[in-house]
């Protein structure tokens, strides 16, 4: 058995745990991360695309934005479409701000690579980790590898894990509360070798079911279709995606998708899901540990760039003033933000989705909902002003 010591644990290396491991790290305090799979498989697990500007801002800020500010894809707004007709949502004019197109793998990519060469603690494949005594003044988290088990102890542990983690379940119980929603849909996402036919992204509304049309880079193209939530991706041959797509994505002014190689296909279920609070004595959730929202908001990685910002100013605060207030309140501050996410990615998604057996009344309001937000500008700015992320509150 191994023994290292550490101020913080991070378990996972997703946008969370890195990003947070790194901003620790610029304040000076030590961090170890462990992740369960490789590093190839962090840095090619394709996600989110979308940064929120609060998001750049925060990566900028950290000195880890500048293959961001060369590569990625700044978008001045998004289009909305309701029957064949794309309504432009333009989020600069309305808000001042804008979005990022820069896909979650680079985030991940970039921050490791600066990790690495700041002589970061990072174990991949690390083992199988669980943790103990977090009522404890020294937390301890234990990896288990070939029969080996090295033990870390830390002044806290930072559960960056994901939703499929094991530090939600390392609260004891009764302390959680749980709040879901499922969605009697899913999205077929396709990564594409073509050169984006269209500048910004386009939310497509369609009787036989929400599409999106988005992007990677000059060069690759990302689609989705609304699908049931266990749709067998080996029904969907590549001709059948792009019927469909067409079906969805078509417009009247002659605008449609440019097929490409699909690079590959995968099906994404959907669910709001939160749980309170976000601290138990030493641990902290941050990011999809404590909280998931469905992806029409784009706003999964943000969120979690939210929380680890909140996590590591707090505990900045305390290694480096003693004062201990922020990291008393970081869950109650996380969760502000968090359930307006929330709202928006739920609103987002009753809007656009095609929703199977339900009232005629509810198909109807659904309509005027859409064609009132299009033709409110009040209603426009509401949806920008989130889109592109609400402010931090300050701590
Ligand atoms: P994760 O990225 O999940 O990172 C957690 C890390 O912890 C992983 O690397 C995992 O391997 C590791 N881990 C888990 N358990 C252990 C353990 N026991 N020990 C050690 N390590 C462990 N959001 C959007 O906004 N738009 C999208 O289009 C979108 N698409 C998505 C598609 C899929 C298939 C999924 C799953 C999510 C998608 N999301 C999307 C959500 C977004 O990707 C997440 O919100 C984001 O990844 C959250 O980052 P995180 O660091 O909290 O968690
Ligand atoms: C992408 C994903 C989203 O959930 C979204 O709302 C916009 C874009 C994407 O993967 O590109």
């Known amino acids: 058995m191994a023994r290292f010591e550490t101020q913080v644990g991070v378990v996972g290396a997703g946008p969370a745990g890195l990003m947070l491991s790194h901003l620790l790290h610029l304040r000076g305090i030590h961090s170890i991360v462990l992740e369960a799979k490789s590093r190839a498989y962090c840095e090619e697990r394709v996600r989110a695309g979308v940064l929120e500007h609060t998001s750049v801002q925060m990566l900028n800020d950290a000195g880890v934005g500048e293959r961001l500010e060369r590569e990625g894809l700044r978008h001045d707004g998004i289009e909305l479409g309701l029957n064949g007709v794309r309504h432009r949502v333009p989020f600069v004019e309305l808000t001042g701000k804008y979005v990022t197109v820069y896909g979650q793998q680079e985030v991940v990519k970039d921050l490791i690579a600066r990790r690495l060469a700041d002589r970061g ?68 996402g396709i990564l594409v070798e073509a050169a984006p036919s269209q500048k910004e992204l386009v939310y497509m509304h369609h009787p036989r079911g929400f ?61 709001s899901f939160v749980v309170e609070p976000l601290q138990y004595g030493r641990l902290f959730l941050a990011g999809d540990s404590a909280h998931i929202v469905p992806p029409t908001g784009a706003k999964g990685m943000n969120l979690a760039m939210a ?89």
């Open 121 to 188: 603690d990072l174990r991949f494949e690390c083992g199988e980790v669980s943790i103990e005594g977090i009522d404890s003044e020294k937390p301890r988290i234990l990896v288990n590898r070939d029969g080996q088990t090295d033990e870390i102890h830390c002044d806290y542990i930072a559960g960056c894990d994901g939703f499929h983690g094991i530090c939600r379940g390392a609260f004891p119980e009764g302390v959680l509360s749980l709040y879901e929603r499922s969605y009697p849909f899913g999205w077929l």
């Open 211 to 271: 599409a999106l049309y988005s992007m990677r880079s000059p060069k690759i193209t990302r689609l989705y279709l609304q699908c049931k939530p266990d749709e067998d991706i080996r029904e969907w041959s590549d001709d059948r995606i792009w019927t469909e797509l067409h079906t969805r994505l078509n417009c009247e002014d002659g605008w449609r998708p440019v097929e490409g190689r699909i690079l590959q296909k995968g099906v994404t279920g959907m669910r």
């Open 307 to 395: 929380d680890v910002h909140y996590l590591s100013n707090a505990l900045g605060a305390l290694y480096v003033t003693g004062d201990e207030r922020n990291l008393k309140s970081y869950s109650e501050t996380c969760l502000r933000r968090i359930w307006k996410a929330q709202r928006f990615s739920w609103w987002m998604t009753s809007l656009l989705h095609r929703f199977e057996n339900e009232p005629a009344f509810d198909r109807k309001r659904q309509l005027a909902e859409l064609e009132y937000v299009l033709s409110s500008r009040a209603a426009l700015t509401s949806l920008a002003e989130n889109y592109v992320g609400l402010p931090l509150d300050r701590q």
